[in-house]
């Protein structure tokens, strides 16, 4: 409503802020037009996949090192000392910093992407999973072992249905700076991807492809949340009663 | 060795002719706080007989769950050592099963669940389990509660969970860290005949940590008193009341004062 008004009474330029009509517009042309009939015209579904296949990437390698580092850090003291302390030193340095780095060791584009989306996801995964083993109630861990429940299994079939709150707290947490760290590195000028058609609209002027692009990104993004969550409470009992 | 529990058994109905199933010799225990020793145990020396069900009472303080703990093989000894069927003990193993004090099962596994979690990786077959199970449901007297969650049923019925789960791996000791303690007076005295009616049918070796004196004289063949500061073994009654008890009996009433007389003589050194 506020915006509407706002464009009505024409309280700011329409290139610093666009009619919703134009904006709806805008993003029915860029989902739905046919490639090729307009500058953005049915772009969405290439950027779309772009975008999903780093986020993808970059999300799965956080979750397969953080949460493997993470239980061996909340169990084993030593482990904690060792990791912890360069974790958490790496921790403090923002994401934005690497950005260079991660261009000159790979580039633009899709490796890139991925690398920051993978260091910002990691975190969250990491410290959650280590703070999750670490709450497990000592007495489910002596409970499992006394009915012959050995060191591997007994991760699997404890430990890690134990800290799952906290585990899948960690891992939605990650999903969603990875859509963050997929902008910022999409930022770079790569051809194809949500980020990517923000920075281009930027730059040619078009503030209502901006506004789409936001707007799409929160869908997808908050899309990505939801199936997290159901298809972890569909692979494990342990987050279907947990949370 | 002139300790108080051989002088007391060797007079002591029926004890020392089986080779105990337990044993603990010169169990000592300590903890470093801020570099000084803080001893929990002190020397202690128990034979329990196959088929006994032994109440260990004390004090809070006293070290009866690092006893009970190092029994289990969920803590290492300071000095003397845990012979269990003759051999050491070396980790928590299904022979030795534990109930808790609170409530420790897993909240993410159904009671049935919960039940059968033991029996995973013993090559069962699925049937095998679900019978099996469904056995020890009834046994508890759980039947109608096997797809609920640990969340939905009430602590008197968590705690017959915690027994039926480890009934089933058919363990020869059962070690009880209080499991009644959380309970109001009703479920805990059914929760004890329970226990006795399945003790009697299994004829497992119970060792049952309580700080209740009525619970004691309740279930146990013997009781062993313990000290605090640092835990050791003050005396060893043997209970001779004839089963089953009835807590309204004066033989029942003697006892229990002549325990509570002794825990009091306890208190007032301690003073």
């Known amino acids: ?243 | 060795m002139t300790s108080p529990f051989r002088v007391l058994s060797a007079k002591g109905p029926a004890v020392g002719q089986k080779p105990p199933i337990l044993e603990i010799n010169g169990l000592g225990m300590h903890y470093h706080v801020n570099g000084s020793v803080k001893p929990i145990l002190d020397t202690i020396d128990l034979a329990v007989q196959p088929g006994e069900l032994m109440c260990i009472l004390g004090p809070s303080g006293c070290g009866k769950t690092s006893l009970l703990n190092v029994l289990a093989g969920f803590a290492e000894p300071s000095a003397g050592q845990v012979l269990a069927h003759g051999r050491a003990v070396s980790g928590p193993g299904p022979d030795r099963c534990m109930v808790f004090q609170e409530d420790a099962l897993f909240p993410w596994l159904t009671v049935a669940e919960n039940i059968g979690f033991g029996l995973k990786g013993k090559g069962l077959s699925r049937r095998g389990r679900r019978e099996m199970v469904d056995r020890y449901l009834s046994l508890v007297g759980l039947s109608p509660f096997g797809d609920y969650l640990p969340a939905e049923i009430s602590g008197g019925m968590k705690q017959r969970v915690a027994l039926a789960r480890v009934l089933i791996l058919e363990p020869a000791i059962l070690l009880m860290d209080e499991p009644f303690v959380a309970l109001d007076s009703q479920t805990r005295q059914e929760m004890q005949e329970l226990l006795l009616r399945l003790w009697k049918r299994f004829s497992h070796t119970i060792v049952f940590v309580t700080h209740d004196v009525r619970e004691a004289v309740t279930l146990a063949d013997r009781v062993v008193m313990m000290d605090k500061n640092p835990g050791r073994v003050k005396q060893v009654v043997d209970i001779d009341l004839q089963r089953p008890r009835d807590p309204g009996n004066n033989g029942f009433h003697r006892q229990c004062k002549q325990l509570d007389d002794l825990l009091r003589r306890q208190y007032g050194q301690a003073l």
């Open chain 1, 1 to 243: 409503m506020v915006w509407l008004t706002a464009a009505r009474l024409e309280l700011a330029p329409p290139y610093v802020l666009p009619h919703p009509g134009e904006v709806i517009e805008a993003g029915y042309i860029y989902i739905f037009g046919s490639p090729g009939s307009g500058m953005y015209a049915g772009r969405f579904f290439t950027d779309a996949k772009a975008s999903l296949v780093r986020v993808v990437f970059g999300f799965g390698i956080a979750a397969a090192a953080g949460i493997p580092l993470g239980v061996l850090s909340g169990r084993l003291p030593a482990a904690d000392r060792l990791l912890g302390t360069s974790i958490n030193g790496l921790r403090a340095v923002p994401g934005i910093s690497w950005l260079p780095l991660a261009l000159i060791w790979f580039g633009i584009g899709m490796k890139t992407t991925v690398f920051l989306v993978a260091l910002a996801a990691f975190f969250p995964i990491y410290i959650n999973a280590a703070g999750g083993v670490r709450q497990v109630n000592p007495s489910l861990l002596k409970a499992g072992a006394m009915m012959g429940i050995r060191r591997l299994r007994g991760t699997f079939a404890v430990l890690l249905p134990g800290a799952m709150p906290q585990l899948v707290s960690g891992l939605r947490l990650g999903l969603g700076i990875s859509w963050a760290y997929l902008v910022l590195g999409e930022l770079t000028g790569v051809q194809h991807g949500l980020g990517a058609v923000i920075m281009d609209a930027r730059m040619v002027g078009r503030t209502d492809v901006i506004i789409v692009g936001i707007i799409l990104i929160a869908v997808i993004g908050r899309t990505s949340d939801r199936l997290l969550v159901s298809s972890l409470r569909l692979c494990f009992k342990s987050a279907r009663r947990s949370i």
